[in-house]
Nanobody, 129 residues
Framework: QLQLVESGGGLVQPGGSLRLSCAVS????????IGWFRQAPGKEREAVAC????????HYTDSVKGRFTISTDNAKNTVYLQMNSLKPEDTAVYYC??????????????????????WGQGTQVTVSS
């Protein structure tokens, strides 16, 4: 079982940047998948970006492509979400979730049942002037 702790949220103006961190205890070098998910008030949770130790490709939801970048620093056991050109519609609580195993990043974001996944506590991102 993984343990995940998010950090890095905050208040930023439209067009600004934030970097979220997800510190993962027990992160192996390859057989894992980590995703960033977000939930805005009154809306369903949505997958934002996913990365897998077995998949050279990363996956992004269409609304963040070209603006967000997910990456892993294995030495620090940390998964990052670099968010640039932030928009008010990016305002949400951001969570990281993870599982051990072999995954395609897109499958993990869109198909995997996250009910039994390991989750962090969430970090608030507010984009407002």
């Amino acid at each position: 079982q993984l343990q995940l702790v998010e950090s890095g949220g905050g208040l930023v103006q439209p067009g600004g940047s934030l970097r979220l961190s997800c510190a993962v205890s027990g992160l192996p070098s390859d057989d894992y998948a980590i995703g960033w998910f977000r939930q805005a008030p009154g809306k369903e949770r949505e997958a934002v970006a996913c990365i897998s130790g077995n998949d050279p490709n990363t996956h992004y939801t269409d609304s963040v492509k070209g603006r967000f970048t997910i990456s892993t620093d294995n030495a620090k056991n940390t998964v990052y979400l670099q968010m640039n050109s932030l928009k008010p519609e990016d305002t949400a609580v951001y969570y990281c979730a993870g599982d051990l195993g072999i995954f395609h990043s897109g499958y993990y974001c869109n198909e995997w049942d996250l009910t039994s996944s390991s989750w962090g506590q969430g970090t608030q991102v507010t984009v407002s002037s």
